[in-house]
């Protein structure tokens, strides 16, 4: 799909999307007070296991803050909302870091490895070849449309040899589970949900197989002060090292937060690769972060996503997050 195209689209899901989240939210949008805290996050446990441990632990107040926290079901849609002022922070898997790269918004804090993303088909379906023609549903400009466009790659395919359908990931579970769709590129948990109902579904291809590192982020809008952001790196640094150090506590407080029971957290967390903050730290000043970036630009780049790949110095802020951990 060329890029024009591409962000007209997103451009609609954005618009309809945030409109229901402005509809079902309880606060009114973020906040100009530096004391209050507006976070997005994707209901999965790379999303919200460090919200969930900040919340549980007090962490936020140790800091001044006080946190609204919002489910999204993507992360374009929050890049959107931290555009539009509704939110000062959010999170978002690989698939989406073209949206900061591009300028959107900032990474202040790597989060997770994840490699929860697939490509599935219906049963019988076992092979990217054999999708062609087929309809397939994805949500555009997120991981799973990532793994897509990487698995048609390696067969030799584009979208043109596909019938690709944009839809949100919830429809893309309904679309799947009532054979309204062939194909999916989707992840974990939407995945479980999907299996369930269609115990045979294949697994046509998998982030898990390609080698690489896939990134996930915390983001912040534009407009947040730097005061605000070393803030809230803080409250990330002292979340993900309690969850390094308590795996089990982790999935009970996830599995709360998301209302979902702890095996299903536990699954979840079972596509999920976590550092601690003095690794994270370590990448950064060796300049591993950054490589990881370059090569998610240059996938956006081959993909129209991005005209050109920007030094991940413009939008990954490294040095505040090294300088907030002491070092």
Known sequence: MPGSTLRRTLSTLFSVTVLTVAMNACSSGASDDDRTVDFGYIGDYNGASLLAIAEQQGLWKKQGLTAHTKVFNNGPVQIQALGSGDLDYGYIGPGAMWLPASGKAKVIAIDTFTYADRVIAQPGIKTMKELKGKRVGVPEGTSGDMILNIA??????????????????????????????????????????????????????????????????????????????????????????????????????????????????????????????????????????????RKLGEFFVRNK?????????DYYSGDLYEKVHGG
Do not use: C
């Not at 990134?215 to 990330?236: D, H, M, R």
């Not at 996503?305 to 110095?313: E, G, H, R, T, W």
């Open 305 to 313: 996503q991005l005209d050109k790949n920007p030094a991940p110095s």
């Open 152 to 293: 048609l790659a390696k067969a030799g395919m584009t979208t043109k040899d596909i019938q690709k359908i944009a839809m949100d990931p919830s429809t893309v579970v309904s679309s799947f589970t009532s054979g309204k769709i062939d194909g999916a590129g989707i992840f974990y948990p939407a995945i479980d949900t999907i299996k369930e109902k269609v115990p045979k579904t294949e697994e046509v291809a998998s982030t898990k197989d390609t080698g690489d590192i896939f990134p996930t982020a915390f983001v912040a809008g534009n407009n947040v002060p730097e005061s605000k952001n070393q803030k809230v790196i803080e409250v990330l640094q002292q979340a993900n090292d309690w969850r390094k150090q308590h795996p089990a506590e982790t999935l009970a407080l996830t599995a709360k937060m998301l209302h979902v029971s702890e095996a299903q957290a536990k699954s979840d967390a079972s596509h999920v690769e976590t550092l601690s903050t003095d690794d994270l730290v370590a990448k950064s000043k060796s300049g591993e972060i950054d490589r990881w970036l």
